[in-house]
Structure formats: structure tokens, C-alpha cells
């Protein structure tokens, strides 16, 4: 299920889809998506003759309708057509890079978050993060000692020559045409650093070199010229004094006491090792007995949701000096994804869990359950949903926080964590309770495929 394997990143990991199936069928999955570790590692700029790239497309727009469950729910066969006979006609005039933006285009035009091509991770990218507030890019890291530091704060406010307005809505379309808002401006945000689409948009005319406009709250506005290159081994970055959600942003599964506030906060930023650490964390949290629990998904891009549920919700579930009301918190966001989406709402049906933040930028009822193929000449790997998950059956296809609480530029500049703190602050003896959430069962969603009695 898509919800299992899917991460928020567009770019090519070495991974072969998983699925819950027999052994017989999962020897035949992995035989199949063997050549996909294989394709990753190729140019991300292949040269390729005309007839080469009409043949990729060709197949693309031949299998993607094919293979995907539901091709043409959000946009209709004729729109899709459409759009493969002009990219088509164009293909003669176009570079590589905005071939690769067309073909993403149409994939993203299929209107779910886990259906677009990947991008290749050899493809140039531009050592600076952008983060988004309200109307605003905000340029919040770059290496140390670049023209870009100085910059530090300041609102983008072109890239190349074109106004950044221009530039998002060209930025959108290379986004899931039918999730959330919040959900593609994430996924716009972080394409800001990505020479291929940058390139293959017509926002820089060249690759391997961005050109970013400034302008700092005082009014200073200077332009500055990156070159692309790997992550620096150390960041500048704002803020100064990070808090909690911001801090050791490598560990998948991360957990800090907080004794004056008799809370633990866990950042959970990724399934790859839950296994492991989930029990650790269980250990720990039965040894200190804190009385807040706090499991961030904030920044968690999916994996295996049948694991979250087994070592994470399970668990907690069990133990009732933390399952109860106004103990136990789950923050979640926009970049709260796939995965971690599901188990955000496995602990609000089965816990008594309140969820708070930002809304959920994955639509809850949607196609998802991707897999991959790889386009036969340039060997870009594009991506499809092969199954349709119902998470709620609210009139909304929305998954709400309980208590509400956005970060603001001015929060993250000084380095506040306004939601957390807002936990750590609640009266450990008020009894808080989850609001009512129409559509909301107590079987959790998906718990047919990972087992369990529910």
C-alpha cells in the first residue's frame, strides 16, 4: 500500500516496492523490480534521439493507464491525450530537462500524491533550504561562508529572472494536481533547489547554476548565484537555537526527557529502523513514566504503516498510564505523509490520543498503494497507485488537527515550536479530550492487510 512505502521525496531512492503478500508473490515482485536498483544510478540527462524519447513516452502514456488503479478520477482520458499529443509535438524543440518536466507533468496531472516520476538523484541540486510562510519562500540555511549567508531570513523573490509568483505556479504543476494545497506547496517548496526542474521550467538557463533574487525585511534585496553541488557536511542555518523538532535530524526515531514539564517528546522521522527503536523508546518511557507522551510526525515521510501500527500505536495503546485523556498528544503537518498519515489516524481511532498542529497534507481517502516502471529508454523510474484506501468517512476528505496551531515566520525565526509548547503547557488536570470526528471508526484503517485483532 502506498501508505507503506511512499516517501514525501521525489528524488530516486534505491528501493524495491513492499507489500503485504504470499512468499511465492513477493519472490515475483522483487524479480520484477530488480532492475529498478540498477536504473537509478543512470545520467539524469540521457541523450537520446527523438525516436528514443517518443518511444519512452509512448510507453508511459500507453502503461501509466494501464497500470494505475484509477488513471482518470481527478482529470478525464481526453485531458490526458491531450496532453501527451502536445508534448509530443514538442519533443523535437526540447532538452532533456524539459522533457523529463513534461512527462512529470502528465504524471502529477493523474492527481494523487504517490504518482510522478522520480527524479534522478544524480540530478544537480543547490546547496540552500527554502521554507514556506503564508505568501513567502524563506531562505532559512545555506553552506557557511557562501554569498547566500548573509542572506539568511530573507523572502525569495525571483528565481532567474521570473517573479516568484511565476515560478510556484510553474512549480505547482509538477505537483499532485488532486491533494491538498498545503501538500503541494511542500512539495513545490522543496523543488526550489532542483536544477533538472528548475532547468526544465525555464526559471535558470543553466542546470548546474541557480540565480536567486532576495530581499530582507530591512529592504535589502541582492541576488546571489549558486552552483549546484552535494549538501554541505555543516549547515548556517536559522534558527540560531533550534527547538526540539529541528534538532538531530538524522536519527529516525528520536526521544528527548523533559522533566520540568514531566513529558517525553519523541520525533518520529522515519520507519527505516522502528523495529529497533520503537521498543527502546517503549523501555524508556516505562522506565522515566512520563506523564505526556508526544509523538512528533511532523517531518515523517512514510514507510510501512503496518510497523507503526505493531511497535508504535499497539503499544502505547496498552499502557494505560499514558493511554488517557491529556496525556497522550500526536503533532502532525502538511509534510505528515503516506505512512505516517495512517498511523496518525490509527492513534486518534484507537487511543485517546489528541492530535495537534497543522492539517494533514495527504488527503486520507485516496489512491495510493504505489508501484514503479522504468520508461525503457532514459530509464527514469515513474510511479503509479495501484490501490484506492478509504481513512475516513467524514464529509471531508481532511484529516484536521484537535487543536489547531500553525508555526509563523516569526515563531521559527525565534526558534519556537509554538504547538509543542502549547503540550507542554497544557494542565497536566484537565482532562483533555479529542474533538468529535465524524466518520471516525475504532478499526483502523488498513488493519485488514497487517493483521491483529481489532
Known amino acids: 500500500m502506498a501508505t507503506r512505502n511512499d516517501p514525501l521525496s521525489t528524488r530516486s531512492r534505491a528501493r524495491v516496492p513492499r507489500t503485504r503478500a504470499t512468499t511465492a508473490s513477493l519472490l515475483a515482485l522483487l524479480l520484477a523490480a530488480g532492475p529498478l536498483l540498477a536504473h537509478d544510478a543512470v545520467p539524469a540527462s540521457p541523450t537520446l534521439s527523438t525516436a528514443q524519447w517518443r518511444a519512452d513516452l509512448h510507453y508511459l502514456a500507453t502503461e501509466l493507464p494501464k497500470r494505475h488503479v484509477a488513471p482518470f478520477w481527478h482529470l478525464t482520458r481526453q485531458q490526458f491525450e491531450r496532453e501527451v499529443a502536445a508534448l509530443d509535438r514538442r519533443l523535437p524543440a526540447l532538452d532533456p530537462d524539459q522533457i523529463f518536466v513534461g512527462m512529470d507533468r502528465i504524471e502529477n496531472a493523474i492527481g494523487d500524491g504517490h504518482t510522478y516520476i522520480r527524479i534522478p538523484k544524480d540530478a544537480p541540486t543547490f546547496p540552500l533550504?527554502?521554507?514556506?510562510?503564508?505568501?513567502d519562500y524563506r531562505l532559512v540555511a545555506s553552506p557557511p561562508g557562501s554569498a547566500a549567508e548573509a542572506m539568511l531570513g530573507a523572502r525569495l523573490v525571483e528565481v532567474g529572472d521570473t517573479p516568484v509568483a511565476e515560478a510556484q505556479r510553474r512549480l505547482?504543476?509538477?505537483?499532485?494536481?488532486?491533494?491538498?494545497?498545503?501538500?503541494?506547496?511542500?512539495?513545490?517548496?522543496?523543488?526550489?533547489?532542483?536544477g533538472m526542474v528548475l532547468h526544465g521550467l525555464g526559471l535558470i538557463g543553466d542546470r548546474a547554476v541557480a540565480r536567486?533574487?532576495?530581499q530582507a525585511d530591512d529592504g535589502t534585496r541582492r541576488e546571489i548565484r549558486v552552483p549546484a553541488g552535494p549538501a554541505p557536511s555543516r549547515w548556517h542555518e536559522l534558527p540560531a537555537s533550534p527547538p526540539l523538532s529541528?534538532?538531530?535530524?538524522?536519527?529516525?526515531?528520536?526521544?528527548?526527557?523533559?522533566?520540568a514539564q514531566q513529558?517525553?517528546?519523541?520525533?518520529?522521522?522515519?520507519?527505516?529502523?522502528?523495529?529497533?527503536?520503537a521498543p527502546r523508546m517503549l523501555a524508556q518511557v516505562d522506565r522515566t513514566r512520563p506523564r505526556r507522551l508526544i509523538v512528533d510526525f511532523r517531518r515523517n515521510d512514510g514507510g510501512d504503516f503496518c510497523l507503526g501500527l505493531k511497535y508504535l500505536v499497539d503499544p502505547i495503546r496498552a499502557r494505560p498510564a499514558i493511554n488517557r485523556d491529556g496525556h497522550l498528544f500526536v503533532l502532525i503537518g502538511p509534510r505528515t505523509f503516506s505512512a505516517a498519515m495512517?498511523?496518525?489516524?490509527?492513534?486518534?481511532?484507537?487511543?485517546?490520543?489528541?492530535?495537534?498542529?497543522?492539517?494533514?497534507?495527504?488527503?486520507?481517502n485516496s489512491y495510493q498503494e504505489a508501484r514503479e516502471m522504468v520508461l525503457p529508454n532514459s530509464k527514469w523510474v515513474a510511479r503509479y497507485s495501484t490501490r484506492l484506501y478509504r481513512f475516513t468517512a467524514g464529509a471531508e476528505n481532511l484529516i484536521r488537527p484537535d487543536v489547531a496551531i500553525p508555526t509563523t515566520w516569526q515563531d521559527y525565526r525565534a526558534g519556537k515550536d509554538p504547538?509543542?509548547?502549547?503540550?507542554?503547557?497544557?494542565?497536566?488536570?484537565?482532562?483533555?479530550?479529542?474533538r468529535a470526528w465524524p466518520g471516525l471508526g475504532k478499526v483502523p484503517a488498513?488493519?485488514?492487510?497487517c493483521g491483529g485483532d481489532y
Open 129 to 135: 533550504r527554502f521554507v514556506r510562510f503564508g505568501n
Open 172 to 194: 505547482l504543476s509538477l505537483t499532485p494536481a488532486g491533494e491538498t494545497q498545503p501538500l503541494r506547496e511542500v512539495r513545490a517548496t522543496s523543488l526550489l533547489v532542483d
Open 212 to 214: 536567486y533574487t532576495l
Open 246 to 259: 529541528q534538532q538531530q535530524p538524522d536519527a529516525a526515531l528520536a526521544c528527548t526527557e523533559l522533566p
Open 263 to 277: 513529558a517525553m517528546y519523541c520525533n518520529f522521522r522515519s520507519y527505516r529502523t522502528l523495529a529497533t527503536d
Open 342 to 364: 495512517t498511523n496518525s489516524v490509527h492513534f486518534r481511532q484507537l487511543t485517546h490520543a489528541i492530535l495537534v498542529g497543522e492539517p494533514i497534507g495527504e488527503k486520507p
Open 419 to 434: 504547538a509543542l509548547d502549547w503540550i507542554l503547557h497544557a494542565p497536566l488536570d484537565a482532562h483533555l479530550k479529542p
Open 446 to 449: 488498513g488493519s485488514g492487510i
